[in-house]
C-alpha cells in the first residue's frame, strides 16, 4: 500500500521555525494534521490541487504556511514562531479521490504518513 513520508521534524525552543517535507501526489488534495500526545487528531492546513488555495487551522493562521511544489511532488509545511502548544506528532495527508469535500475532514483523507515528531521547548 502506498504510504506518504514525512521528514523535518524535531526538537526546537518556542518562538523557532521548522519546516515538515512530504511527497505529494500532482492530482491530490494535500493536507498536514497533527495529534499531540493525550488529544485527538486535528486539522492544521491544507491546500488544493495546483497550490493555489490554503486552508488553515485557526491555531496556525499567520504563523504555518503550506505550499507544493508538483514539479518536485513535494508538500511543505513552514512553520514559525512555534509554541509549546504545537508539540505533536504531524502527519501529511492526500485525498484521491478527485471530488470536493471539507478540508479539515481527516476522513476524506486516503494516504497518510507515519507521522514526524515535533517537539517545542519552552
Known amino acids: 500500500q502506498v504510504q506518504l513520508v514525512e521528514s523535518g521534524g524535531g526538537l526546537v525552543q518556542a518562538g523557532g521555525s521548522l519546516t515538515l517535507s512530504c511527497a505529494a501526489f500532482s492530482s491530490s488534495v494535500m493536507g498536514w494534521f497533527r495529534q499531540a500526545s493525550g488529544k485527538e487528531r486535528e486539522f492544521v492546513a491544507a491546500v488544493n490541487r495546483s497550490g493555489g488555495k490554503r486552508y488553515y487551522a485557526d491555531p496556525v493562521k499567520g504563523r504555518f504556511t503550506i505550499s507544493r511544489d508538483n514539479v518536485k511532488n513535494t508538500v511543505y509545511l513552514q512553520m514559525n514562531s512555534l509554541k509549546p502548544d504545537d508539540t505533536a506528532v504531524y502527519y501529511c495527508?492526500?485525498?484521491?479521490?478527485?471530488?470536493?469535500?471539507?478540508?479539515?475532514?481527516?476522513?476524506?483523507?486516503?494516504?497518510w504518513g507515519q507521522g514526524t515528531q515535533v517537539t517545542v521547548s519552552s
Open positions: 495527508a492526500a485525498a484521491t479521490h478527485g471530488r470536493n469535500f471539507a478540508y479539515s475532514d481527516d476522513d476524506e483523507y486516503d494516504l
